[in-house]
């Protein structure tokens, strides 16, 4: 495959490839792709009314509410910690 970035972002990748360590540009933008092909897709976005109730009418029959307790919170802090921790640990092994 092969894409083709305005000079403005392949000029900016080159940039930060050089900076993290990468050998090429081809690189990073794998490494790049790797990582955000590693998480979930990001929720959908309203682009006009009729999206954002569709949206939100889904959310309210996706099941029963759970209460945002200090523990829940506490538990969503710690797996964004594992998770930040994780991906720290394999960007320093490449």
Known sequence: M???LPPEL???A???AEE???DSVDEYVAYVLEQALSV???LPIARNQEELEALLLEGLQ???AVEMTQKVWDDIRSEVRRNREMR???REAK
């Open 2 to 4: 092969s894409i083709t």
């Open 10 to 12: 392949h000029i900016a």
């Open 14 to 16: 080159q940039e930060r």
């Open 20 to 22: 993290i360590g990468f």
């Open 40 to 42: 979930p897709p990001p």
């Open 62 to 64: 996706s099941g029963p």
């Open 88 to 90: 720290k640990t394999r």
